[in-house]
């Protein structure tokens, strides 16, 4: 039995493509903005935070770290309703992925925060700056450049698994994927190509970060 592969058929829905990617980089987009946020936040509290805040927070990245992204996702979009909180597909994959990766960057953050020479610390305060200050300029920087290979990792991790959202009906990559394969009966070809564009996707941002961060986020 011969197989014929027509990916034209594929490629003729190819809007619906680039409506997907163009979802699934604005979804990866945001959650990194506000996840690296938290991310910071969270990375100092386990660090220099107070004893219970260091403890609520541990909790909150255990929990996030040791369930399936899909579960957390389907927590939000239909557990949450039984709380009164509805919310749409777009938001619910939004927060879902911003509290993902919030909980690993805290980790790996802190990881970098914890690398800081004490003696960088005492020198600002040696030259009279308040603790913000020294946080923001003379620890953070240096942490942030030593572990953003691993952030970077971790950012096309989400990427890839903002996959799952399709799930609920956002309109990402996997989303339009599905729905041609359902229109044109073409499941091999369809996959074929989300596969290569996620590949391209994660090169290119990837790429994209490795040049943003010591340009505009710790420094050379």
């Not at 490629?11 to 990866?28: A, F, N, S």
């Not at 260091?54 to 579960?71: C, D, K, M, Q």
């Not at 599905?178 to 590949?199: D, H, K």
Request: proline share 5%; aromatic share 12%.
């Amino acid at each position: 039995m011969t197989v014929q592969l027509d990916f034209m058929a594929v490629l003729r829905d190819w809007p619906m493509l680039v409506t997907g990617v163009v979802w699934t980089l604005g979804l990866t987009a945001v959650a990194v903005v506000l996840g690296l946020l938290v991310a910071v936040f969270c990375a100092w509290a386990r660090a220099n935070g107070p004893r219970w805040l260091a403890f609520v927070v541990g909790a909150y990245v255990e929990l996030i770290r040791n369930t399936p992204f899909i579960v957390q996702l389907f927590f939000v979009f239909f557990g949450l309703p039984a709380a009164g909180v509805r919310l749409s597909p777009v938001t619910a994959s939004l927060l879902a992925l911003t509290l993902n990766l919030a909980a690993y960057g805290t980790e790996i953050i802190r990881a970098g925060l914890e690398a800081t020479p004490r003696g960088q610390i005492e020198a600002g305060l040696s030259l009279a700056m308040s603790r913000v200050q020294i946080f923001t300029h003379v620890i953070l920087p240096p942490a942030l450049k030593k572990v953003w290979p691993a952030l970077v990792s971790q950012i096309i991790i989400v990427m890839l698994g903002s996959a799952v959202c399709g799930q609920i009906a956002t309109r990402e990559l996997s989303y339009a994927a599905n729905v041609i394969s359902a229109s044109t009966f073409r499941t091999f070809e369809s996959y074929i190509v989300a596969t290569a564009i996620y590949l391209g996707l994660a090169w290119a941002v990837r790429r994209a970060l490795n040049w943003v961060g010591p340009r505009f986020i710790f420094g050379r």
